[in-house]
């Protein structure tokens, strides 16, 4: 993927990140959301084997806020769901 592309979809998933933000609330289940914005927490990790997730949301020097406090987010409900289980 060309640089100006990733620019694109760097913008597009800082975008939707921050909706996704917002749509997290007391009468959400925390569990659905988890599965229900699983793909998008996949698609703005970088998993290396054997390693936990890095959120990838720094490109060419910009950082996407969106992202990185999804990102965060996701991997704290997640780590909480596991815990309570």
Do not use: A
């Not at 100006?4 to 609330?25: G, R």
């Not at 914005?37 to 703005?44: A, K, R, V």
């Not at 990790?45 to 969106?66: A, Q």
């Amino acid at each position: 993927m060309n640089m100006e592309n990733e620019s694109k979809l760097m913008i597009h998933q800082n975008l939707y990140c921050e909706s996704v933000l917002s749509d997290l609330t007391g009468s959400k289940f925390i569990k659905d959301w988890l599965i229900e914005n699983e793909p998008i927490f996949e698609s703005i990790t970088i998993t290396p084997k054997g390693l936990p997730s890095i959120i990838h949301f720094n490109h060419c020097g910009e950082v996407y806020e969106g992202i990185r406090d999804f990102g965060r987010l996701y991997m704290l409900l997640k780590d909480l769901q596991t815990r309570v289980k």
